[in-house]
Structures are given as structure tokens and as C-alpha cells.
């Protein structure tokens, strides 16, 4: 099974800060891989697909780069409805894996 | 507006039996790859598994924690998805969410409590 593994654990950042998160996979994966945000009893919520395409409707302020083996989520310009938990996946090969997730926290 | 409403979830005892139906709108249902993940409390997401399009004969794939107690399978005509959980234990105990990834949707979930 390809392992995900993202870091950091978890961040503590302010509004308007700009955050990166990353997201290695153990073996290349082409771009085959997504993030998303989760909020408590929410519905997850996908930000970016194929690395580094946005998800309608999104905000600009997200953006998502890498390929092969290492990833990033990056938002630049922290809103208040940010503050969440971010996971990135990949979809290259069955079973589908997922990391361990960032939680973004209010400084 | 894409949506994806599971329905089905409670609480069982181990061993039972409990199916989870997911249905979709907002995207052509039909062609859609359909798959099932779980969260334990406290815990990670986990694939459980996923059924792609009949064109392709509702083929399945599942995760070697589920393989041959859990059952993906797909009804067009309702535009749903439905899981079959059987054989239940302890550690399927879980937030059951259904997605289609390639339409970037996921449910709101469906939880499972299975205990004695």
C-alpha cells in the first residue's frame, strides 16, 4: 500500500498568515492526488484535485502544487473559516490512502 | 447542486448486519465511480471500497480489513450506492462516508456504533 504521510501534525497560525502544508507519498504517484478540508460534523470539503487544480469554488487564496512523490497545500491570506483539518489523499492505486492529517489552529 | 445523502446508519451488535444507501444528485450518476470511506472516532480516514460504472460491469475493489464481510453495489435507476456490512465487529465502528472523487463530493456521513 502506497503510505501518505503529511506534516506538520498540527500549526498554529494567525488571520492573514500564509500556511503551506505537505504531503509525501512512499512511492511516485504521479499527480493522482487530492486535498481536502474537514470541520466537525461536516461534510469533508475538496479543495484541490490532481495536485494542483482548484475546486469550483473554492478561493483563489488556496493552491496546491507537486507531483510524484511530494506535495503541497498552500493558503495564502488565513481566514477565519479556515481554521479546520487538512488531508491529502491519493487515488493512483487501490486502496485509495490517506494521510494523517494538519490541524490548523488559531494562534 | 451536487449532493450525497447516506441513509441507514445505528447501532448493531457484532456480528449483525446493517447496509448504508447513498443517494446522489447533481451529477450524471451513471458513469461516476462510487466509493466508501470511514472515520473511527478520534481516528483517521480509511477507504473501505468502491464500485465503478456497469459500463465497466459495477466491478469492485475493497480494503483487506472489509474484503468478504462488506458489499459495494450500485442501483442506476435510484442514482444509489449502497454498502452492506456484515459480520460487523467492534472495529467498524465508524462515520461511514460515501464520495465520488471524481466529482470532488462527499456526504455529511452516516455513523455505525457496533457493541455488545
Known amino acids: 500500500d502506497i503510505q501518505m504521510t503529511q506534516s506538520p501534525s498540527s500549526l498554529s497560525a494567525s488571520v492573514g498568515d500564509r500556511v503551506t502544508f505537505t504531503c509525501r507519498a512512499s512511492?511516485?504517484?504521479?499527480?493522482?492526488l487530492n486535498w481536502f478540508q474537514q470541520k466537525p460534523g461536516r461534510a469533508p470539503k475538496v479543495l484541490v484535485f490532481?495536485?494542483?487544480t482548484l475546486q469550483s469554488g473554492v478561493p483563489s487564496r488556496f493552491s496546491g502544487s507537486g507531483s510524484g512523490t511530494d506535495f503541497s497545500l498552500t493558503i495564502s491570506g488565513l481566514q477565519p473559516e479556515d481554521f479546520a483539518t487538512y488531508y491529502c489523499?491519493?487515488?493512483?492505486?487501490?486502496?485509495?490512502?490517506f494521510g494523517q492529517g494538519t490541524r490548523l489552529e488559531i494562534k | 447542486e451536487v449532493q450525497l445523502v447516506e441513509s441507514g446508519g445505528g447501532s448493531v451488535k457484532p456480528g449483525g448486519s446493517l447496509k448504508l444507501s447513498c443517494v446522489v444528485s447533481?451529477?450524471?450518476?451513471?458513469?461516476?465511480?462510487m466509493t466508501w470511506v470511514r472515520q473511527a472516532p478520534g481516528k483517521g480516514l480509511e477507504w473501505v471500497g468502491r464500485?465503478?460504472?456497469?459500463?465497466?460491469?459495477?466491478?469492485?475493489d475493497y480494503a483487506a480489513p472489509v474484503e468478504g464481510r462488506f458489499t459495494i453495489s450500485r442501483d442506476d435507476s435510484k442514482n444509489t450506492v449502497y454498502l452492506q456490512m456484515n459480520s460487523l465487529e467492534t472495529e467498524d465502528t465508524a462515520v461511514y462516508y460515501c464520495?465520488?472523487?471524481?466529482?470532488?463530493?462527499w456526504g455529511r456521513g452516516a455513523l455505525v456504533s457496533v457493541s455488545s
Open positions: 464520495a465520488c472523487f471524481g466529482q470532488g463530493a
Open positions: 447533481g451529477f450524471t450518476f451513471s458513469t461516476a465511480w
Open positions: 464500485v465503478k460504472p456497469n459500463v465497466d460491469g459495477a466491478a469492485t
Open positions: 512511492q511516485s504517484i504521479s499527480s493522482h
Open positions: 490532481g495536485a494542483s
Open positions: 489523499h491519493q487515488t493512483f492505486y487501490a486502496p485509495i490512502t
